[in-house]
């Protein structure tokens, strides 16, 4: 008798000798990953002084030509980075890059990312403002589970030094 596989991410998993409770962390390996390889095509646009590319191509008005380049360098930085070959490989950034991208889209949305870097011309903001917004799509995607864990700025320690002083 045939064995069926309901879900592809479970054979894959069983196919590379992981158990299904692993693969969350492999999805978050490659989710990050594939992040930080659109971050970096982005960030090399932003320099080159591109920044209504980046904005157009986030948006989806970017004409189809440099939609389809940025994609492909963005694959291309992808595949390096997870070290996969053929078919898998393609298979793995063909489901992981939108999904990237579709999140970085919607907290761009959310944050009010492009009207931010449309009012601040300099590159330097732009590359701030972008730093910013793939942080916070790292926290959408891969949010903190549970334990509370934030990042205090030095200005956060110094005011609760003075409240904990006056009590």
């Given at each position: ?26 999805f ?49 930085r ?24 579709e ?65």
């Amino acid at each position: 008798m045939k064995k069926l596989t309901f879900h592809p991410i479970f054979s894959a998993a069983k196919a590379t000798g992981l158990l299904a409770w692993q693969t969350g962390r492999v999805f978050q390996q490659l989710a990050k990953k594939a992040l930080d390889a659109v971050q970096e095509v982005l960030q090399a646009e932003i320099r080159k002084g591109n920044v209504q590319l980046v904005t157009d191509f986030l948006t989806d008005k970017a004409l189809p030509a440099a939609k389809a380049l940025l994609l492909e360098r963005m694959a291309t930085r992808l595949l390096v980075r997870i070290g996969l070959r053929g078919a898998l490989a393609s298979n793995v950034v063909g489901w992981i890059l939108p999904f990237v991208l579709e999140r970085l889209v919607k907290v761009g949305v959310k944050t009010g990312f492009f009207e931010k870097v449309k009012s601040h011309g300099t590159v330097t903001e732009a590359l701030h403002r972008l730093e910013e917004l793939k942080r916070a799509t790292w926290k959408f995607i891969a949010p903190d589970a549970g334990s509370g864990a934030e990042l205090v700025t030095e200005e956060e320690i110094v005011e609760q030094k003075l409240l904990n002083t006056k009590a």
